[in-house]
């Protein structure tokens, strides 16, 4: 099976005033689409075209039901809405795992400090006791430490 596609880029800004008598059909709805023209000119391609005749009658009415507007209103209004608590929302998720991935650091860093101090004073010969109560770690935990790091314990 065999698909062929075909893809338009209609360039809005791009739309020129023309003669309505001697726009094409596909000018006319742009201009149509574009609203940039007066009452009269919408008109008058309003009635040259019958399905843009069709799509300005469907237009004027809905503008004339309070009802219908004041629900597309709403709709609007939620969409907008909507938009702007998920922006907040992933900022401040941004922002709260910003702050706890520099409080881990911090934390590990620390951690990490600590390790390599306790390493430097078992080197030197401190006692284990001694290096625990420093580091403010179990005496099994810098033994622990000690053996990982090929450190001799006297």
């Known amino acids: 099976m065999r698909y062929d ?12 005033r023309q003669d309505i008598r001697r726009m094409r059909t596909l000018d006319k709805w742009m201009a149509f689409i574009r609203n940039e023209l007066s009452d009269e000119e919408m008109e008058a ?16 009415a809905f503008m004339r039901d309070a009802g219908q507007r004041r629900k597309y209103e709403l709709r609007e209004k939620y969409e907008h809405d909507y938009v702007s608590d ?29 390790a390599q101090i306790a390493m430097n004073f078992l080197r030197a010969g401190t006692p284990v006791a001694t290096v625990a109560q420093m580091a403010e ?10 053996e990982e790091h090929g450190i001799q314990l006297s």
Do not use: C, Y
């Open 45 to 60: 391609i309003a009635m040259s075209d019958a399905a843009i005749n069709t799509a300005w009658d469907r237009i004027e």
């Open 137 to 146: 770690l179990p005496e099994a935990v810098i033994r622990k430490m000690a």
């Open 86 to 114: 998920m922006e907040g929302s992933w900022k401040r998720g941004r922002l709260e795992g910003v702050k706890q991935g520099r409080s881990e650091g911090r934390a590990e860093g620390r951690q990490l400090g600590i």
């Open 5 to 16: 596609i075909e893809i338009h880029f209609l360039e809005l800004p791009k739309v020129t």
